[in-house]
């Protein structure tokens, strides 16, 4: 390839679009702190998905630092190695213990018999992430929160719009978390929110990101600064008029993946699950060395040769990081199959733009 293909590019809007709103924003000097388009976008956002409340965030990783604060989450927390590492350091942040536990072979997400084993008196609640925007198995985790006493804060930074026959996925457990950055299906250019289900637990998360303050006088808890801009929101709006055209060339990409890759030995990809409205935000491969003949990471190093840029989320696991490491649930041989998984994965370029020819020519030199 002439220019190099990187493994996501954000989508953007027509410029003059955005240009309109910013003269808005010109015009009313209103530049944050629940401004008129950030009440918008909650809005818009709310019944796009058929949540009952939304709270905006300036990014991701600060919406899931404060959903923890939120329910008042201490002692030890049980998550998976196998995310982004802001999961993780946002259990640090809280002075949470993470006690990571192994994923099922199948969409990589937290096999729930392991979370089971890992519960300990210190246990207080369960992180999962719904992976690559597949749904965990959101069922079986709730059973266990009932049985065992325990909150359950979903990572749902990779789903948007995801839906469980036809129940959205943001739905389940007691928290959602999403994230609105620029390599995500959606972005407002940094961003991020909490899905939460009763009106006293939004209003509690809404004081938290904006430093504690109810009111003008009073601070209620020790709060952050995490609010979402009106710059972030007004291009939340916008982007919100193309999600569904954008998700669907998404899945279009996705097919023509599979349909190209279906028969090479040696290379693994995920199906969409029954029921399931997907987002198709990554196309992760995994590439068992004995059967295709070349390794995971020489196939990254031939790709790049070739100006295509796949990268390998989520090689390492947050466990095998120095931070974490040393951690008791972190130590080798714990999570045979997670640790397996990392050794296979690579995402193959997916956006929007991405055209027919780039995704033939990344599935002939897989071939
Ligand atoms: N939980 C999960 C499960 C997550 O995946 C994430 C974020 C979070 C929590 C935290 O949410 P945030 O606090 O970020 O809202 C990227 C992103 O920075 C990160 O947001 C994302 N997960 C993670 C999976 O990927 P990098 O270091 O791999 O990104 P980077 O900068 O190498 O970008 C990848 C490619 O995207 C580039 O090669 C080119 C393209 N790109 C990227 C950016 C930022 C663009 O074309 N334009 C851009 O502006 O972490």
Known sequence: MN???FVTRPTLPPLEEFTEYLRQIWESKVLTNNGPFHKQLEQALVDYFGVKHISLFANGTLALVTALQALRITGEVIT???SFVASTHALWWNNIMPVFADVEPGHCNLDPGQVEAAITPQTTAILPV??????CNVKSIQKIADTYGLKVIYDACHTFGVTINNEPVLNFGDLSVMSFHATKVYNTFEGGAIISHDEKT???IDDLKNFGFRGETTVVAPGINAKMSEVQAAM?????????ENIEKRRQITLRYRELLANVHGIRFMDDIPGVKHCYPYFPV?????????????LYEKLKTHNIFGRRYFYPLISQFPTYRGLESALPGKM???EKITEQVICLPLYPELSNFTVELICSLLK
């Open 3 to 5: 220019k190099p293909v």
């Open 80 to 82: 998976t190695p196998y």
């Open 130 to 135: 719904h992976v690559y925007g597949n749904p």
């Open 202 to 204: 939004k209003r509690h």
């Open 236 to 244: 939340g709006l916008l982007q919100l008029k193309y999600i569904d």
């Open 286 to 298: 995994f590439i068992d060395e004995a059967e295709y003949g070349t390794s995971r990471d020489d």
């Open 336 to 338: 045979p199959v997670v």
